[in-house]
């Protein structure tokens, strides 16, 4: 192509070649050498795999953390989980029976400072030290059902328990008139015991009379040794009860 020339004071046209840009540094030429992690931010090399390896390692531990106290939350608040060990509450709960115990109203009766009082019936978990009736040492937990409560008077005699109160002066029998026993699976209550209960005290009876370590033995609980009540039998799953 031949030159042209133009007047002097023309604008010269622009150029129609596309430009062309070189660099002695590849990090220009390589647009592949930077990338980025999941966080947006550029990382190069094994330096930054090696960060987002340690973030996620952290991560990883701060979740550990949260459900770890999560979990000690729950049992130490709401529920927990048990293992029945022993025949006393047979039939209605048989040894190795997986249990999930109820600890909300302890744990609002704690909260608000009053006292927590199960109803009659309820089976209960409480921590009991007193054991040396039954021959056994040291503080255990304790799975019983609820048959006194506080300021009533107990008394075990020919084989039957009589609970007297205000409203009931002339006394009742639990065992006969509550719902816990319609089928007439317990057992006649042994002994002979005469307990008037304090306003911060229940009596606790195992469900297998003849077989049982109860208040008959190391006499009334107090309130405050309650952890919770018996809400559900998971285990075995073919037998799963709500209580």
Same mark, same amino acid.
């Given at each position: ?18 430009? %062309?840009?070189?660099?002695? *540094?590849?990090?220009?030429? *390589?647009?592949? @050498? ?9 990382? %190069?090399?094994?330096?930054?795999? %090696? @960060? ?5 390692? =952290?991560?990883? /531990? ?19 989980? !048990? ?9 209605? =709960?048989? @040894? ?19 006292? !927590? ?13 007193? =054991? ?30 009589? /609970? !007297? ?14 719902? !816990? ?9 042994t002994g002979d015991t005469d307990i008037t209960? @304090? ?25 405050? %040794? ?18």
């Amino acid at each position: 192509m031949q030159p042209t020339l133009t007047p002097p004071g023309t604008p010269t046209p622009p150029s129609t070649e596309t430009p %062309q840009v070189t660099s002695s *540094d590849p990090q220009l030429l *390589d647009p592949t @050498h930077i990338t980025l992690d999941d966080s947006g931010e550029g990382t %190069q090399g094994d330096g930054g795999q %090696q @960060h987002s390896g340690w973030r996620d390692f =952290l991560g990883f /531990v701060g979740i550990l953390a949260i459900a770890g106290m999560l979990a000690l939350f729950l049992i130490t608040f709401v529920f927990r989980s !048990y293992a029945v060990d022993g025949p006393s509450m047979e039939s209605t =709960l048989q @040894h190795q029976d997986k249990l999930i115990i109820w600890k909300i109203p302890r744990t609002l009766a704690k909260i608000t400072g009053k006292q !927590y009082v199960p109803n009659r019936g309820d089976v209960i978990i409480f921590s009991e030290s007193n =054991l040396g009736a039954c021959g056994q040492e040291g503080e255990r937990e304790i799975i019983k059902r609820v048959i006194g409560l506080p300021g009533e008077r107990v008394i075990v005699s020919n084989n039957v328990i009589t /609970v !007297y109160n205000a409203e009931q002066p002339g006394g009742f029998q639990p065992d006969k008139t509550l719902p !816990y026993n319609k089928d007439n699976r317990i057992p006649e209550t042994t002994g002979d015991t005469d307990i008037t209960l @304090h306003d911060n005290q229940i009596f606790v009876s195992g469900d297998n009379r003849p077989n049982s370590c109860d208040s008959r033995a190391f006499g009334p609980i107090q309130t405050n %040794q309650i952890i919770g009540k018996l809400v559900l039998r998971l285990l075995p799953a073919n037998n799963i009860t709500v209580f």
